[in-house]
């Protein structure tokens, strides 16, 4: 049976490269992948993680080998609902390279001052075929996609301001509609709007809020559903008046339907590593 949730650790490289690594057996890694490409190397960690894990499988599988994902694979794994579209999922499947490799230099796992290599960690790894020749995240990016994955195109972590800016742009041309759903009475779901603080500091803290009335397309009363953390003129549950130009973002559920709608920027901060999905 498949691990309901294969735990995937993630780190930071210091030039904004993203590398994870399996916690259970079998030991596996996803080698360090573009700035924007968090999510989706998190998304195949756990795909592999929890096929290798199958309790069908009684032994780690001989190195280097091919296996190939389909969409069963997809199904079969409970910590991927909602990550990929069944209807992109390459219909014969995606076949993926296994290989055993060391951890990157200077990362946690590789033994710097080992002689020998066998003293090295070493993790199956998923690598491009032989024949590739446009790189390794060119190569995570064409196989997520290709598993339905919806991967954002290869960018370095200097790249988050300018795709979170967008994320709010297209956030807020959905203000009209998002409004007049709200008016509605959004059919049992819930809609909270994200919007930023100033903070004592200087900077800005994202809060989600409620909106309570929103009877002008361009001011609304919400109530505060978040604790700021660096914000002492704010406090929960207090009423704010704001203006349509200060949301950056929104969400809409419900504690039964769960996250129906989850806006823009949380995708964003998954790609970027900012937050897990």
């Known amino acids: ?60 599988p001989d190195l280097p080998c091919e296996l190939t994902l389909t969409r069963k694979d997809l199904e079969h794994a409970p910590a991927l609902k909602d990550r ?81 800016s967008a994320a709010v742009a297209r956030a807020r041309e959905r203000l009209p509609e998002l409004r007049a759903r709200f008016l509605a009475g959004m059919d049992g779901l819930n809609l909270g709007l994200k919007t930023g603080l100033k903070t004592d500091s200087g900077g800005i803290e994202y809060v989600w809020v409620r909106p309570a009335a929103w009877p002008e397309p361009d001011t609304l009363t919400c109530i505060l559903e978040s604790e700021p953390d660096d914000c002492a003129a704010y406090r929960l549950g207090q009423q704010l008046t704001l203006r349509t130009a200060d949301i950056a973002d929104y969400g809409i559920g419900s504690a039964d339907a769960g996250l129906v709608d989850p806006g823009y920027t949380q995708r964003i901060a998954e790609d970027y590593g900012l937050v897990l999905p």
């Open 84 to 164: 990929f579209r069944p209807d992109r999922v390459r219909e014969e499947g995606v076949r993926i390279r296994l290989e055993l490799w060391p951890a990157p230099e200077g990362e946690e796992g590789d033994a710097e001052d080992a002689g020998d290599k066998a003293d090295q960690a070493m993790f199956i790894t998923p690598v491009p075929p032989p024949e590739w020749t446009a790189g390794y995240d060119q190569w995570l990016y064409e196989t997520t996609a290709a598993l339905g994955m919806e991967p954002p195109p290869p960018q370095p972590a200097s790249g988050y301001e300018a795709a979170f």
């Open 1 to 60: 049976m498949f691990f309901d949730e294969p735990m995937i650790l993630h780190s930071t490289r210091g030039d904004g490269r993203h590398w994870l690594t399996s916690v259970d057996l079998p030991p596996l890694q996803i080698l360090p992948a573009e700035g924007n490409q968090c999510r989706v190397a998190h998304s195949l960690a756990l795909l592999l993680s929890a096929k290798l894990s199958d309790e069908e499988a009684q032994e780690a």
